[in-house]
């Protein structure tokens, strides 16, 4: 329903309501359950790019300095299908939790999970040199014994539930609008106990991307929204810019970037 509004008087120098910039689309307002996980798994994941390869090697140093002992809780939030993030907690954890929103890629999840690729294997070898935490076979018997998936949001993760936790790519492909983006960070590190390691990446100054023939949105940040974001609520945050090796994965974006804190 169109509400009409009372004409401004002429040269009153109001601007006139209806002509005002609409606000950023929401991130309900896309369409998740048509994410094709096979399609993206395939573009981004059946090989090990070098920077993916430095993004995991950064992440699996950070959770070898501040992890602690084994037994833990994880948490990887949106995991979609990426499985390199939970690999890198894997050898810290005995229950890892993979929250994701879209239905389609919770299938996929639930379906990968306990029946692990042999393409994860290069992956793997990142997180376990010379199988420091256990072979590959290892590894895919520990992740189908203590991976649970469930559907969920970001946005309504329970406070200060997990031990450590990742969140690659989704906050800010998941809205263009910057306050969904601040609202998906806050809840991930406040899901984190304080103390408690977590990791983080975002595709640098994206501008959308498409699944297939279904578009998704994104917020431009960098490392300046990124530090923004995150110091209120963590401390030691640092920010590794990586860049995109050996070539683009698709158009519209300039690098990544991965962060790695302590919540508070």
């Known amino acids: 329903m169109h509400i009409m509004h009372d004409p401004a008087p002429v040269d009153s120098g109001r601007p006139d309501p209806d002509l005002r910039p609409a606000a950023p689309a929401r991130n309900a307002e896309f369409r998740w359950d048509e994410f094709d996980p096979h399609h993206y798994w395939e573009h981004n994941y059946t090989t090990l790019r070098a920077d993916d390869r430095e993004i995991l090697e950064l992440v699996s140093a950070w959770f070898a300095r501040t992890a602690g002992p084994h037994g833990l809780s994880g948490l990887d939030i949106g995991a979609g299908p990426n499985l390199y993030p939970s690999l890198a907690m894997l050898p810290y954890c005995t229950s890892l939790t993979l929250r994701e929103y879209s239905a389609a890629n919770v299938g996929w999840l639930r379906r990968t999970t306990v029946a692990l690729p042999d393409q994860w294997r290069p992956f793997w070898q990142v997180v376990s040199p010379q199988d420091r935490h256990g072979d590959f076979a290892a590894a895919a018997a520990a992740l189908a014994e203590r991976a649970e998936v469930e559907q969920g949001s970001v946005f309504d993760l329970p406070a200060a539930a997990w031990d450590l936790a990742t969140m690659f790519f989704v906050a800010e492909s998941i809205s263009p609008d910057p306050a969904e983006f601040a609202a998906a960070v806050r809840g991930f590190v ?75």
Do not use: K
């Open 190 to 264: 406040r899901a984190v106990r304080p103390g408690g390691p977590f990791a983080c990446a975002f595709m640098e100054r994206s501008v959308g991307y498409s699944v297939g023939r279904v578009p998704f949105p994104a917020t431009s940040v960098g490392e300046a929204e990124v530090r923004r974001a995150l110091e209120p609520l963590a401390e030691q945050v640092a920010v590794h810019r990586v860049e995109t090796r050996p070539a683009p994965l698709r158009p519209g974006y300039t690098g990544m970037l991965v962060a790695t804190g302590l919540a508070r």
